[in-house]
């Protein structure tokens, strides 16, 4: 005769992701009109993040600093499944998400609007905490291991790196979105 086994637990409910899981995506031609009347806009650009995990963690990130919106492109990047929705606790749903066809042409858009883009590179010789990120900035993440394709790279109006002190030679790619968004956010702070 066996014992009784107590029963399993039940796994805890996501308190931030709304009931509906409804996600809206817009399209490049929505981009001025979601940044119409910001003032210093901050927008987060995914080139080609194909981990859902990594997307809904970005995505919670830039819901935690105030972005504006979200741009990546159609392709090569992960869709908006329930995993990404579920990691995202709510940033999903809170934030505009803009899939283009083009992710050079919405740079240019944004250009045109009076955002300065920030590409983050291993190679770049800037160090991220040595530039003004006051104003209107779009913060340009790569994907997991290649980071940001070649022409994304030349449509940055500059390119910065993360200062490493350790011996790994790179950080995950939601984790960069983090320390690069969240110093804008310190930057942006009224001095006291």
Same mark, same amino acid.
Not at 61 to 82: L, N, Q, R, S, W
Not at 158 to 173: D, R, T, Y
């Given at each position: 005769?066996?014992?009784?086994?107590?029963?399993?637990? #039940?796994?805890? /409910?996501?308190? !931030?992701?709304?009931?509906?899981?409804?996600?809206? *995506?817009?399209?490049?031609?929505?981009?001025?009109?979601?940044? $119409?009347g910001?003032?210093?806009?901050? *927008?987060?650009?995914?080139? =080609? #993040? /194909?981990? %859902? !995990?990594?997307?809904?963690?970005?995505? +919670?990130?830039?819901?935690?600093?105030?972005? =504006?919106?979200?741009?990546?492109?159609?392709?090569?990047?992960? %869709?908006?499944?329930?995993?990404?929705?579920?990691?995202?606790?709510?940033?999903?749903?809170? &934030?505009?998400?803009? +899939?283009?066809?083009?992710?050079? +042409?919405?740079?240019?858009?944004?250009? $045109?609007?009076?955002?300065?883009?920030?590409?983050?590179?291993? $190679?770049?010789?800037?160090?991220?905490?040595?530039?003004?990120?006051?104003?209107? &900035?779009? &913060?340009?993440m790569?994907? $997991?291991?290649?980071?940001?394709?070649?022409?994304?790279?030349? !449509? =940055?109006?500059?390119? #910065?790196? &993360?200062?490493?002190?350790?011996? #790994?030679? =790179?950080?995950?790619?939601?984790?960069?979105?983090?320390v690069?968004?969240?110093?804008?956010?310190? /930057?942006? /702070?009224?001095?006291?």
């Open positions: 005769m066996r014992p009784n086994r107590p029963e399993q637990p #039940v796994a805890r /409910q996501n308190r !931030h992701a709304r009931p509906d899981n409804q996600v809206r *995506v817009y399209e490049e031609g929505d981009i001025p009109s979601i940044l $119409e910001k003032e210093s806009p901050l *927008v987060l650009i995914l080139d =080609c #993040v /194909q981990d %859902p !995990h990594n997307l809904g963690a970005c995505l +919670r990130t830039a819901d935690a600093a105030g972005v =504006c919106a979200v741009i990546m492109p159609k392709d090569k990047t992960a %869709p908006i499944t329930e995993t990404v929705v579920r990691v995202a606790c709510g940033g999903a749903e809170n &934030i505009p998400l803009v +899939r283009v066809t083009n992710l050079v +042409r919405a740079m240019d858009k944004l250009k $045109e609007l009076g955002i300065w883009l920030v590409g983050t590179a291993d $190679e770049a010789t800037k160090s991220l905490y040595d530039l003004d990120l006051k104003g209107g &900035i779009g &913060i340009v790569g994907a $997991e291991g290649p980071g940001m394709r070649r022409l994304t790279g030349e !449509h =940055c109006d500059f390119l #910065v790196k &993360i200062p490493m002190a350790g011996k #790994v030679e =790179c950080l995950n790619v939601s984790v960069a979105t983090g690069c968004l969240f110093e804008c956010v310190r /930057q942006r /702070q009224p001095k006291k």
